[in-house]
């Protein structure tokens, strides 16, 4: 137990007190704060860039650029123009070819050609994307349609308004333990991307640092003092722990300065919901993120010791890396298409290799039955034992191999040999 806490306390520290880990975290941690304190930020430099109150633009005038209306009164311009609140309008008589060549020349943002009672045409030079000027002419034309229809049945103006202005009103309910996809959806891909990046930047660590050792001949050295299993999980644990403490300090230091300018994002959701992450969901990402690591830091490990040189290596791991990348990809197509109970997911999400981004996916956007959730962790619990220990024979029996690194049959053989 001794030789394995020095190895641990070795691997966490040659991470922690790297300089180049340290510099990427305090850049992370810069950014993350650049990017939260962006409202005060950019109000001191609105501040000081304000111009006088005399030439200031007033807070009713429109904003948007010049758009040509054509084929409507100038009554029912002003209509229209009373919904398109941030472009200002301009009554023409051209057609819509001429429109368009204006449009194109910069004399108009954008024209709108009403050709009929429910048609028209909009031109512009390039489609925004949130421009919404569509949806709104589409609901004035449709207003104005309506209000016609009623006016020749004989309906009262006071009718029309009525009718026109009349509007649904909803209400949600959720059952006890539903989830809104809409809210979920945003830091469920945060942390399932961190998830990723975490299990697969630091397994290759691992696999880097053994396969350096080994290579440099210094695993000779070390195995004649300690147990070949107590360098492997003294690596892993080592390695594991620092990477933990990294992304705890950069997710802390976002939480921080998220909490300093609280009121600054109260009007964007996004960022709301990214920071109002259930704490539930907090302790599932942790979960997965600790067994996802170890069951592939074994492999990633085992790997490591069965090359004689670093330029191997690539290769070697080549099969346990594209199998993450397939399985993340799986996930993020599901979780974009917001069906997170599809079958193939469901599946998923009870293969060990695959489970701890397709599970905590399904958890965080969904209702998971508890005893899938158990049953899922517990086959990645045991799976990751299982892998460990196969991980262990064949890094005892690596780390004296040279040459040419050894098929198949020769790692299940060892495999065998040590059952």
Known sequence: MRHFLQVFRFEFFNYAKNKVFIAITLILVAAAGVVLFFPQIQSVFSAEESSPPAQEQPADEPTGGVVAVSGLTAEEMAGLAAALTDSRLQLSEENADQLQAEVANGTYEAAIVVTGELSYTYIAETL?????????????????????????????????????????????????????????????????????????????????????????????????????????????????????????????????????????????????????????????????????????????????????????LNLAVLPVTFLFVIAFTVVVASLSSGDTENLLIQICSFVPFTSPMAMFVRIAMGSVPVWQILLSVGILVLSTIAVGFAAAAIYRAGVLMYGKPPKLRELVAVLREKA
Do not use: H
């Not at 696999?207 to 070390?222: C, N």
């Open 128 to 312: 925004g994307l949130y421009d919404m000027t569509t949806a709104v002419v589409d609901e004035y034309l449709l207003n104005r349609y309506r209000a016609t229809q009623l006016t020749s049945l004989g309906a009262s103006t006071e009718t029309i308004e009525t009718v026109l202005g009349a509007r649904v009103e909803s209400t949600i309910l959720q059952t006890e333990n539903g989830t809104d996809q809409m809210q979920s959806f945003f830091y469920t891909y945060i942390l399932l991307l961190a998830l990723y990046m975490a299990i697969l930047l630091y397994g290759q660590f691992v696999a880097t640092s053994v396969a350096t050792e080994k290579s440099s001949r210094a695993m000779e050295l070390l195995i004649t003092s300690t147990k070949p299993k107590y360098l492997m999980f003294g690596k892993i644990l080592g390695t594991g722990s620092a990477g933990l403490l990294q992304f705890i300090l950069i997710f802390g230091s976002c939480f921080v300065f998220y909490n300093l300018n609280k009121d600054s994002w109260q009007e964007n959701e996004i960022i709301q919901s990214i920071f109002n992450i259930p704490t539930d969901i907090l302790l599932y990402a942790i979960l997965f993120f600790i067994l996802g690591y170890f069951l592939y830091a074994f492999m990633y490990g085992a790997l490591g010791s069965v090359v004689s040189k670093l330029e191997q």
